[in-house]
C-alpha cells in the first residue's frame, strides 16, 4: 500500500498580541520576568469577540489548500480536533464544512485537549488505509483565551488562540507520515478540567458560573508537570524504536507547546541539544491541540524542515492523552 503523504500544511493565529506586560497591566499579580521564568511565554494571540474557532480554522485550511494545490471540493472527509468548538452541536467540523463550501464531505470533531492533532492524523490515517476516503483535511483550532479565568495567574497566563491545518492523501511522492502513537488514561485525567457545558454541569447557573465550573482548572501543576515530561519521552522514544531509528538520528522535535522548562528537561533525559526543538510557545502561548499544529507549519514554511529531516511531533494533554507521530520529509 501506498504510504500516507502530507500534501500540503497551513496555519493561522489571530493578529491581536497579548503581552505579558498586558497582563501586568490589567491588575494581574504577576510579571513578564515571572511568566518568562516558568513557561518560556512572552506573548500569546486573542481571537476578536466576534471570531470562532471555525474561523480560525478555515483560514489555517485554505492556506493548506493552497500549498497542497487542491480546493475544498476535493475533499472526502473533513476531522477538526478542539475542545473549544463554536458550538457543542453542530461540531466545528460542520461549521467549517459550510465555511468552505464542501458538502461532499464527511465532518467531525475530536476531542483529545492538547493531544488532539495527532489524535486527528492517526484516525486520517487509518481512513486513508482502508480506502474509505481519498483526501483528507485535518485541522487542529482552538480559542483557548474564552477558557481562562484571568483572575488565575497559574493558568491564565499559559494559553492563546490559532489553528494549524494538514491536508493528507496517499501517494508515492511527499512528505511520508511513518507512523502515528496514541495512548490515555482516564483514571489520572482530572488534573485539567472544563466542567462546563458537560453532563455534569448543564444547564449553566448562577452557581456553576460562581464556582467558576465554566473555565479551565489546572490542578496539581507541578504533578501534571512531571508526567508530562515522562509521557513526551516516551512517545518520542516509542515512536523512533517502532520505526528502528535512533532518538539522536531526529532532526526536529515539534511538540505540543506547553512549557520551556518541559522541553529543557525532555532535552537533558533524551541527550538531545535543545536547538533540536521548535519552539513557538514564546510567540504563541500554549493552543492546545493547535500547537503542534502551527509549529509544524511555520517550521516548513521558514525553511528549518529540510528535505530528508525526520521529524517527530510528541504530544501530551489532559485526560490524560499522549503520543507521537513521526514524519520523514520529502521535499
Known amino acids: 500500500m501506498e504510504p500516507v503523504r502530507i500534501l500540503g500544511t497551513g496555519s493561522f493565529v489571530p493578529p491581536k498580541v497579548l503581552t505579558n506586560f498586558d497582563l501586568e497591566k490589567m491588575g494581574l499579580d504577576t510579571t513578564d520576568d515571572w511568566i518568562v521564568q516558568r513557561t518560556g511565554v512572552s506573548e500569546r494571540r486573542v481571537a476578536d469577540p466576534e471570531v470562532t474557532t471555525s474561523d480560525l480554522a478555515c483560514e489555517a485550511s485554505l492556506r493548506a489548500f493552497d500549498m497542497a494545490g487542491i480546493s475544498a471540493k476535493d475533499l472526502d472527509l473533513i476531522i477538526v480536533a478542539t475542545i473549544t468548538?463554536?458550538?457543542c452541536c453542530p461540531a466545528a467540523a460542520n461549521?467549517?464544512?459550510?465555511?468552505?463550501?464542501?458538502?461532499?464531505?464527511?465532518t467531525f470533531d475530536i476531542t483529545a485537549a492538547c493531544s488532539g492533532f495527532i489524535f486527528a492524523l492517526n484516525v486520517a490515517e487509518q481512513y486513508l488505509r482502508t480506502g474509505a476516503a481519498r483526501l483528507i483535511l485535518v485541522v487542529a483550532s482552538e480559542i483557548m483565551t474564552?477558557?481562562?479565568?484571568?483572575?488565575?495567574?497559574?493558568?491564565?497566563?499559559?494559553?492563546g488562540d490559532g489553528a494549524g491545518a494538514a491536508v493528507l492523501s496517499l501517494g508515492r511522492e511527499g512528505p511520508e507520515i511513518l507512523s502515528t502513537h496514541l495512548h490515555t488514561d482516564g483514571v489520572n485525567g482530572q488534573d485539567l478540567l472544563l466542567p462546563g457545558g458537560g453532563s455534569r454541569t448543564t444547564p449553566i447557573s448562577h452557581e456553576s458560573v460562581d464556582r467558576k465550573l465554566h473555565v479551565?482548572?489546572?490542578?496539581?501543576?507541578?504533578?501534571?508537570?512531571?508526567?508530562?515530561v515522562r509521557h513526551f519521552v516516551d512517545s518520542i522514544?516509542?515512536?523512533?524504536?517502532f520505526n528502528g531509528v535512533?532518538?539522536?538520528?531526529?532532526?526536529?522535535?515539534?511538540?505540543?507547546?506547553a512549557n520551556l522548562r518541559m522541553f529543557q528537561s525532555m532535552?537533558?533525559?533524551?541527550?538531545?541539544?535543545?536547538?533540536?526543538?521548535y519552539v513557538t510557545l514564546d510567540r504563541y502561548g500554549n493552543i492546545s491541540s493547535a500547537s503542534c499544529a502551527i509549529?509544524?507549519?511555520?517550521?516548513?514554511?521558514?525553511?528549518?524542515?529540510?528535505d530528508d529531516h525526520l521529524i517527530c511531533l510528541p504530544v501530551f494533554g489532559g485526560g490524560l492523552t499522549w503520543g507521537s507521530a513521526l514524519i520523514r520529509w520529502r521535499n
Open 85 to 87: 468548538p463554536d458550538t
Open 95 to 106: 461549521w467549517l464544512q459550510a465555511k468552505l463550501d464542501a458538502p461532499q464531505a464527511v
Open 146 to 159: 474564552r477558557t481562562l479565568d484571568w483572575t488565575d495567574r497559574t493558568s491564565c497566563i499559559l494559553w
Open 216 to 228: 479551565l482548572q489546572l490542578i496539581e501543576a507541578n504533578a501534571s508537570f512531571r508526567v508530562a
Open 237 to 241: 522514544r516509542e515512536a523512533a524504536e
Open 246 to 257: 535512533a532518538v539522536e538520528d531526529i532532526d526536529w522535535l515539534i511538540p505540543h507547546q
Open 267 to 277: 532535552a537533558r533525559i533524551l541527550k538531545i541539544p535543545m536547538d533540536r526543538f
Open 295 to 306: 509549529a509544524l507549519d511555520e517550521a516548513v514554511r521558514d525553511g528549518s524542515v529540510k
